[in-house]
T-cell receptor
Framework: NAGVMQNPRHLVRRRGQEARLRCSPM?????VYWYRQLPEEGLKFMVY????????ESGMPKERFSAEFPKEGPSILRIQQVVRGDSAAYFC????????????FGPGTRLTVL | QQQVKQSPQSLIVQKGGISIINCAYE??????FPWYQQFPGKGPALLIA?????SEKKEGRFTISFNKSAKQFSLHIMDSQPGDSATYFC???????????????FGQGTILTVHP
């Protein structure tokens, strides 16, 4: 009985490289949220996806960041040309349906940009 | 208008004491208020949640008090234990069925330390 899974748990990248973060929602969940947690801050919403659709990306930086949730496979948050300011913990959460408020969080991916 | 302000930033309590964490919000459209507990290196875990149609909700040692007119809500941890030492986040959202899609707005977090 797996909860929300994220990998990798830790990711180190040099400035200018690409980072790919994966999230597999809980079984039966088709709604995924991505949040970013900067050091000693609360979590900030980035993007909300359903299978094959980006529903709300109002919290995503306009450049370098993209997200997808394909019909098969995990949701992916992609950061191109990473900069030091991208260093943070990235969490995904899943929920079971459009009218369900409860979100279950994964363990996060801690991205360090050197 | 989307902010949720949380206080205190840190809290030290003796074992057996009561821990109280407060949050205030601005957006009156918020109608779902969860609290999350986060241990170092882990993801946030849902602790308890409340909707504005009730003023209090209790689950075991954890109680949420909600004051709609003041736009404030608080978490009370009774008989605090060393194992409760963690970071606590309040959050708020507009119900998932609307155009805000249930995205959570989090407070800044409170680091709770319970001394044995």
């Amino acid at each position: 009985n797996a909860g929300v899974m994220q990998n990798p748990r830790h990711l180190v990248r040099r400035r200018g490289q690409e980072a790919r973060l994966r999230c597999s929602p809980m079984k039966g969940h088709s709604h995924v949220y991505w949040y970013r947690q900067l050091p000693e801050e609360g979590l900030k919403f980035m993007v909300y996806l359903q299978k094959e659709n980006i529903i709300d990306e109002s919290g995503m930086p306009k450049e370098r960041f993209s997200a997808e949730f394909p019909k098969e496979g995990p949701s992916i948050l992609r950061i191109q040309q990473v900069v030091r300011g991208d260093s943070a913990a990235y969490f995904c959460a899943s929920s079971s349906g459009l009218y369900t408020d409860t979100q279950y969080f994964g363990p996060g991916t801690r991205l360090t940009v050197l | 208008q989307q902010q949720v302000k949380q206080s205190p930033q840190s809290l030290i309590v003796q074992k057996g004491g009561i821990s109280i964490i407060n949050c205030a919000y601005e957006n009156t459209a918020f109608d779902y208020f969860p609290w999350y507990q986060q241990f170092p290196g882990k993801g946030p875990a849902l602790l308890i949640a409340i909707r504005p149609d009730v003023s209090e909700k209790k689950e075991g040692r954890f109680t949420i008090s909600f004051n709609k007119s003041a736009k404030q809500f608080s978490l009370h941890i009774m008989d605090s234990q060393p194992g409760d030492s963690a970071t606590y986040f309040c959050a708020a959202s507009i119900s998932a069925g609307g155009t805000s899609y249930g995205k959570l707005t989090f407070g800044q977090g409170t680091i709770l330390t319970v001394h044995p």
